[in-house]
């Protein structure tokens, strides 16, 4: 089994920087995602983490320490549209050998003027 | 490219009815998933078929769920009878077996049992 655990809210101002973090445990462990979740519609993929290490895509950046069970997403140059929940999903072998995604509670980002 | 189709998006009903929700995964994906989410669980993994094959269904809540895939582009989870408890939304989504990492969410139906 797996247990994810991340913030439930945070607040930060337009334009500063936040850093979402996300903590799990796993038997199996196969890659760490996060996903963006606007109110009322569909998690879309943000980030996809397998080894240590940061990987940067524009504004966004994830990390992974597979070693501490540990993952963050960094958002830089906060936008109001980038108020939503973000989701961590730790990917673990299941039935069948196939690999599928468990995911946290998320964490609300409230950005603010 | 069309995404994930997922169908009714809203669907209100009284306890005791039959509830069908159906999903079409994008085209050439082999994995397809069905979550559920509320405020107060968060989104859970209720079945997961690879190659239309039902692999998992461990997060199925209890025999009123079911879960079929016929076909690789068509998925249908029903819930009979439904309760108000299973109010929630539901999410397919799909995936690539091979190489593909990335679940592909469908928007969603909002289903509110009275």
């Known amino acids: 089994g797996q247990n994810i655990d991340q913030p439930t809210e945070m607040t930060a101002t337009e334009g500063a920087i936040v850093q979402i973090n996300c903590t799990y445990q796993?038997?199996?462990?196969?890659?760490l995602f996060w996903y963006q979740q606007h109110a009322g519609e569909a998690p879309t993929f943000l980030s996809y983490n397998v080894l240590d290490g940061l990987e940067e895509k524009g504004r966004f950046s994830s990390f992974l320490s597979r070693s501490k069970g540990y993952s963050y997403l960094l958002l830089k140059e906060l936008q109001m549209k980038d108020s939503a929940s973000y989701l961590c999903a730790v990917r673990d072998q299941g039935p069948g050998g196939s690999y599928i995604p468990t995911f946290g509670r998320g964490t609300s980002l409230i950005v603010h003027p | 490219d069309a995404g994930v189709i997922q169908s009714p998006r809203h669907e209100v009903t009284e306890m005791g009815q039959e509830v069908t929700l159906r999903c079409k995964p994008i085209s050439g994906h082999n994995s397809l998933f069905w979550y559920r989410q509320t405020m107060m669980r968060g989104l859970e993994l209720l079945i997961y078929?690879?190659?239309?094959?039902?692999?998992?269904d461990s997060g199925m809540p209890e025999d009123r769920f079911s879960a079929k895939m016929p076909n690789a582009s068509f998925s249908t989870l029903k819930i009979q009878p439904s309760e108000p408890r299973d109010s929630a939304v539901y999410f397919c989504?799909?995936?690539?077996?091979?190489?593909?990492?990335?679940?592909?969410f469908g928007p969603g139906t909002r289903l509110l049992v009275l």
């Open positions: 078929f690879n190659n239309n094959v039902p692999i998992d």
């Open positions: 796993t038997s199996g462990f196969n890659g």
């Open positions: 989504a799909s995936s690539s077996l091979t190489g593909g990492k990335t679940q592909y």
